[in-house]
C-alpha cells in the first residue's frame, strides 16, 4: 500500500527581484515547491506581512500549488524582498533585507505536532539569524525524525557559533563549494582538502549522518562515513542560478524518501537542478516526466 510521504520546511520566503522582475523564493519555499513538483506533500513554515506585497506573493504561492497551511500573516513587519545581481555567468549575489515577517515567526504546538509526524525536516540557516525564528527552529528540531540542513552563508548574517549548533541538530547536511572551504577553515582541518573536510565534519558532529556537496560545474558529492559518489554536472548554458542548489536538495530528497538509491538520487537532482539553472528564477513550471528531454 502507497503511505504518502510528508515533509515540512522552515524559513524564509520572500520576493527575488530579478532584472526581469520579481519572482517568488526563499531557499525553503523553493525546496517545499520542488518536492511537490517531485511528488512528495510538502508544507512551509514561514511568515509574510499583511501588505500588498505580502498578499501578492500569498497569491502567487497559490499558484505554484505550494501548501501554506503553516504560512502565517502579521501586522508588525513587512513581507520580505531581496535584490538579486546577476553575474555574466549566472552566479548571483543578494542583498537582504532585514527585521522582515520571517525573522518573526513563533512557536505553535499544532504545527510542533505536525512536524513529530512528518518523515523530515528541512531548514536553511538564514532563518536562525534573529533570536525569535531561530528559538523557535530550535523548538521544532527537537521533535523532527529526519533533520535536514541546507547551509546558506549570506553576510552578514551567519556566525561559526551558530551554524556549527545548526549542524549540531541535523542528520543531513547539504552544502556548496563555498562553504565546505569555510567549515574547513572553522575546523581548523590540517590539510583542507574536500575529503579531509568533510571526514572532519562528520568527526565534529556525530549525528550527522551524510554531507551532500555541490560544486557547481563540477558536480556534487554525496559523502558518509561508509560511502562516497561523485556526479558530474550536466552541461548546460546558465541563465542563472538561483534556487539551482534548492532543486537539487528537493530532487535528492524526494528520491530517497521513494525508496531509490544514493546514487540515482543523486543522478535526479543534478538533472533538475540544470535545468531550473537554465530557467528564471528558482521555481519554473515543469513536468517531472518530460524533465529527461528538457536537456537532450
Sequence with gaps: MYVEKKVICFGEVLWDKLPEGARVGGAPLNVCYHLSKNGISSKIISKVGDDVSGRKLVSEMKNLEIDLEYLRT?????TSSVEV???????????????????????????????????????????????????????????????????????????KDIIFDLISHAQTLKINEDEVVLLGEW????????????????VRFPKLNEIILTKGAEGARYYSSQFSYQVPAKQIIPKDTIGSGDSFLAAFLASRLNGKTIEDSMQSAVLLSAFVATQAGACPEYDVDTLRTALM
Excluded: C
Aim: aromatic share 10%; net charge negative; proline share 3%.
Design 85 to 159: 545581481h546577476l553575474k555574466e555567468n549566472g552566479s548571483v549575489t543578494y542583498e537582504i533585507v532585514e527585521d522582515v515577517a520571517w525573522d518573526h515567526i513563533t512557536y505553535e504546538e499544532r504545527v510542533a505536532t505536525a512536524i513529530g509526524q512528518a518523515d523530515a525536516f528541512v531548514f536553511g540557516s538564514l532563518v536562525a539569524r534573529t533570536e525569535v525564528s531561530r528559538s523557535t527552529l530550535l523548538m521544532y528540531l527537537k521533535l523532527a525524525n529526519w533533520v535536514v540542513l541546507d547551509v546558506n552563508l549570506r553576510k552578514p548574517f551567519f556566525s
Design 187 to 202: 575546523l581548523g582541518t590540517l590539510d583542507p582538502n574536500e575529503t579531509d573536510i568533510l571526514r572532519n565534519i562528520l
Design 74 to 78: 502579521t501586522d508588525d513587519h513587512p
